[in-house]
């Protein structure tokens, strides 16, 4: 699954709340708006009939999310929103297009390929490009432009894996790709190297390519002859001069290399400083839009709160409301904006540290009924109502709740340990823990057998550690402090250190070697969570051997089962995998809060095109003024 190291979705959604809020025991002053979408913060209008008109459409960009790269082969470090679906997407169009409004399925309007067609056991996929795409100087997309886009890919790893950031070694593009070869200016046939689960490579690698102008780029310098990219040292004289400009934020707006596009937009205006700018209409645009597009005016803000006050102001067309600032929304109906609100696809959770030998956490975590009990004090109900004031989602597991997903299990829409505080206490119990509410749980009966703590803890050893919690957005405090008030009532004390994410994600990270020196510094750290894929395989988080598995969680049975998710091809692999995963509880899931959108009610188009403002997906294309 391709994700980024520190979740950009979820994280910057949540650094939207930068102020205390009521705790989970308080009331929420705003109860969640009447909906037209199971389980979202407000609705979303029907489009609006009548006459259509164009303008200047003002759209705010969230907090730390300004552009700073541009080249649609973007780099790990780069690996953000801001870069790819809110700037680059509007210019250049992947090959198939992921969400649905807020559902995490294609779209196949938006797409520039027909789906995919599998052969030779599911080593073999046969693309076709739509007929209806050109780029933006007359050209048609082709297959060779797909065929440019893998090898500028390939020479971009080869130079260093960061250059790429969806890259995972050894999986998926490019390292699962024996051959890619071109039937014709429209059909594209990629062959792998074994075989694959087709629903994995759809959704989480083909999703991925974008189609590039291979007749405008495929030089080495500015007045450079086009060069064959199918020569590796050609395709790394192109990447290393694409790359270049990309670097190159001041001349975004001026250089003629990134004016030949095939999306809605064309970028006409660029501020390297602030990272504002200004999309126009690609009037050669072959997909689905307004009768006539508006431009796009993207402006950023020193914080949340700034772009709050613009809202409040009626200073921007498009924006979204902080976290903190829920309880306003009626007043931001009554300046004229319509609101939603809907959780990103992806997972909150609390890691595990399952190395973490301090009063023997590494034996006392590897305990399934541990791991039930710590769910079992989480109120993840009372979270979503007194700490995201209704704006938020349960989720259960690595599949949340919300948006509904194809994929999910039973377990990720009915809590498999719902919050109670009793049936902590009785799992304790029954397995050789003295509970002593208020104080610290021992363990009376030591060893393996029924009824007993489990290997490796001595009798004796005390139910106390501590978790190690960021103090930005302040709702992981809040959420962990009830937490560690819960699991009080059933004696296991939890110790709250505070810290911030760039500490706990830089240095909590077992599998990082330089990181060991803190193994025993944190049993638990809660530093924010993972964006989902569509096809939502945990391949690289919760695989024993991920470069995401941040707390040494290793379970044959799960490994077993992400390597299905992958490899095999049942449809519903996936779906075992995420059933597993979410009864054993490899981290401690939260519920996830919503991104609130808002728009001025004079502003108008299709309801998913608005809804999927939630899921960080812009597509201004649909939107135009009624008055």
């Given at each position: 699954?391709?994700?980024?190291?520190?979740?950009?979705?979820?994280?910057?959604?949540?650094?939207?709340?930068?102020?205390?809020?009521?705790?989970?025991?308080?009331?929420?002053?705003?109860?969640?708006?009447?909906?037209?979408?199971?389980?979202?913060?407000?609705?979303?209008?029907?489009?609006?009939?009548?006459?259509?008109?164009?303008?200047?459409?003002?759209?705010?960009?969230?907090?730390?999310?300004?552009?700073?790269?541009?080249?649609?082969?973007?780099?790990?470090?780069?690996?953000?929103?801001?870069?790819?679906?809110?700037?680059?997407?509007?210019?250049?169009?992947?090959?198939?297009?992921?969400?649905?409004?807020?559902?995490?399925?294609?779209?196949?309007?938006?797409?520039?390929?027909?789906?995919?067609?599998?052969?030779?056991?599911?080593?073999?996929?046969?693309?076709?490009?739509?007929?209806?795409?050109?780029?933006?100087?007359?050209?048609?997309?082709?297959?060779?432009?797909?065929?440019?886009?893998?090898?500028?890919?390939?020479?971009?790893?080869?130079?260093?894996?960061?250059?790429?950031?969806?890259?995972?070694?050894?999986?998926?593009?490019?390292?699962?790709?024996?051959?890619?070869?071109?039937?014709?200016?429209?059909?594209?046939?990629?062959?792998?190297?074994?075989?694959?689960?087709?629903?994995?490579?759809?959704?989480d690698e083909l999703s991925l390519v974008v189609p590039m102008p291979s007749a405008a780029w495929a030089?080495?310098?500015?007045?450079?002859?086009?060069?064959?990219?199918?020569?590796?040292?050609?395709?790394?004289?192109?990447?290393?001069?694409?790359?270049?400009?990309?670097?190159?934020?001041?001349?975004?707006?001026?250089?003629?290399?990134?004016?030949?596009?095939?999306?809605?937009?064309?970028?006409?205006?660029?501020?390297?400083?602030?990272?504002?700018?200004?999309?126009?209409?690609?009037?050669?645009?072959?997909?689905?839009?307004?009768?006539?597009?508006?431009?796009?005016?993207?402006?950023?803000?020193?914080?949340?709160?700034?772009?709050?006050?613009?809202?409040?102001?009626?200073?921007?067309?498009?924006?979204?409301?902080?976290?903190?600032?829920?309880?306003?929304?009626?007043?931001?109906?009554?300046?004229?904006?319509?609101?939603?609100?809907?959780?990103?696809?992806?997972?909150?959770?609390?890691?595990?540290?399952?190395?973490?030998?301090?009063?023997?956490?590494?034996?006392?975590?590897?305990?399934?009924?541990?791991?039930?009990?710590?769910?079992?004090?989480?109120?993840?109900?009372?979270?979503?109502?007194?700490?995201?004031?209704?704006?938020?989602?349960?989720?259960?597991?690595?599949?949340?709740?919300?948006?509904?997903?194809?994929?999910?299990?039973?377990?990720?829409?009915?809590?498999?340990?719902?919050?109670?505080?009793?049936?902590?206490?009785?799992?304790?119990?029954?397995?050789?823990?003295?509970?002593?509410?208020?104080?610290?749980?021992?363990?009376?009966?030591?060893?393996?057998?029924?009824?007993?703590?489990?290997?490796?803890?001595?009798?004796?050893?005390?139910?106390?550690?501590?978790?190690?919690?960021?103090?930005?957005?302040?709702?992981?405090?809040?959420?962990?402090?009830?937490?560690?008030?819960?699991?009080?009532?059933?004696?296991?004390?939890?110790?709250?250190?505070?810290?911030?994410?760039?500490?706990?994600?830089?240095?909590?990270?077992?599998?990082?070697?330089?990181?060991?020196?803190?193994?025993?510094?944190?049993?638990?750290?809660?530093?924010?969570?993972?964006?989902?894929?569509?096809?939502?395989?945990?391949?690289?988080?919760?695989?024993?051997?991920?470069?995401?598995?941040?707390?040494?969680?290793?379970?044959?049975?799960?490994?077993?089962?992400?390597?299905?998710?992958?490899?095999?091809?049942?449809?519903?692999?996936?779906?075992?995998?995420?059933?597993?995963?979410?009864?054993?509880?490899?981290?401690?899931?939260?519920?996830?809060?919503?991104?609130?959108?808002?728009?001025?009610?004079?502003?108008?188009?299709?309801?998913?095109?608005?809804?999927?403002?939630?899921?960080?997906?812009?597509?201004?294309?649909?939107?135009?003024?009624?008055?």
């Amino acid at each position: 699954m391709r994700r980024s190291r520190y979740n950009s979705k979820l994280a910057a959604a949540a650094l939207a709340g930068v102020a205390a809020m009521a705790g989970c025991s308080g009331s929420s002053s705003s109860a969640p708006l009447k909906t037209s979408f199971g389980g979202a913060f407000g609705t979303v209008p029907a489009a609006a009939t009548g006459a259509q008109h164009t303008g200047t459409v003002t759209w705010a960009e969230a907090f730390e999310q300004q552009p700073t790269w541009i080249l649609p082969l973007v780099t790990a470090e780069a690996n953000l929103s801001g870069n790819i679906t809110e700037f680059e997407y509007e210019m250049w169009r992947p090959l198939y297009w992921f969400d649905n409004g807020v559902a995490p399925t294609e779209s196949a309007a938006m797409s520039l390929a027909s789906p995919p067609v599998w052969s030779n056991g599911d080593k073999t996929v046969t693309i076709t490009l739509k007929s209806s795409y050109n780029w933006s100087d007359g050209q048609p997309v082709t297959s060779r432009d797909v065929l440019f886009w893998f090898d500028e890919v390939t020479a971009a790893i080869k130079e260093s894996p960061v250059n790429w950031g969806p890259y995972t070694p050894g999986s998926g593009i490019p390292d699962q790709v024996a051959s890619v070869t071109t039937r014709g200016a429209s059909t594209v046939v990629v062959t792998l190297d074994k075989a694959v689960n087709p629903g994995w490579f759809w959704d989480d690698e083909l999703s991925l390519v974008v189609p590039m102008p291979s007749a405008a780029w495929a030089r080495a310098s500015a007045n450079g002859p086009v060069l064959d990219f199918t020569v590796p040292a050609n395709a790394m004289k192109i990447y290393n001069y694409l790359a270049a400009a990309s670097k190159s934020l001041s001349t975004y707006a001026t250089n003629p290399l990134w004016q030949t596009v095939d999306g809605p937009y064309r970028l006409t205006a660029f501020d390297a400083n602030s990272g504002d700018f200004t999309l126009t209409p690609n009037t050669a645009y072959g997909g689905p839009h307004a009768r006539t597009m508006s431009d796009l005016r993207a402006v950023s803000f020193t914080s949340p709160a700034a772009e709050f006050d613009a809202v409040r102001a009626g200073a921007v067309d498009v924006g979204f409301v902080p976290s903190i600032d829920i309880p306003e929304v009626g007043a931001v109906k009554a300046g004229g904006y319509n609101v939603f609100g809907y959780p990103t696809f992806g997972f909150n959770y609390v890691v595990y540290n399952f190395r973490d030998t301090t009063g023997h956490f590494n034996s006392i975590i590897a305990q399934p009924y541990v791991r039930q009990a710590i769910a079992h004090l989480e109120d993840e109900a009372g979270y979503i109502k007194g700490i995201f004031g209704g704006a938020g989602g349960p989720a259960y597991g690595p599949i949340p709740a919300l948006p509904t997903s194809p994929y999910a299990p039973a377990d990720a829409v009915t809590d498999p340990y719902p919050f109670s505080i009793p049936a902590a206490i009785s799992l304790l119990k029954s397995h050789g823990w003295t509970v002593r509410p208020g104080g610290t749980d021992v363990c009376a009966k030591a060893g393996s057998g029924a009824g007993a703590c489990g290997t490796g803890i001595p009798a004796g050893t005390k139910l106390t550690f501590n978790l190690v919690f960021g103090t930005l957005p302040p709702f992981i405090e809040e959420m962990d402090t009830d937490l560690a008030s819960q699991a009080a009532k059933a004696g296991i004390t939890v110790r709250l250190q505070a810290s911030n994410i760039n500490f706990i994600s830089t240095n909590y990270d077992n599998a990082v070697p330089a990181d060991k020196a803190y193994i025993d510094k944190w049993a638990m750290a809660d530093f924010g969570g993972f964006a989902d894929s569509p096809y939502p395989t945990t391949l690289g988080i919760f695989n024993s051997t991920g470069t995401g598995n941040f707390g040494s969680y290793a379970n044959p049975a799960a490994d077993k089962l992400i390597a299905a998710s992958v490899a095999s091809g049942d449809p519903a692999a996936v779906k075992a995998e995420a059933a597993f995963l979410t009864a054993d509880q490899p981290g401690l899931f939260q519920p996830n809060n919503d991104w609130v959108a808002v728009w001025k009610k004079n502003l108008s188009g299709p309801p998913d095109s608005f809804a999927d403002l939630t899921q960080w997906d812009l597509t201004p294309e649909y939107w135009y003024f009624t008055g």
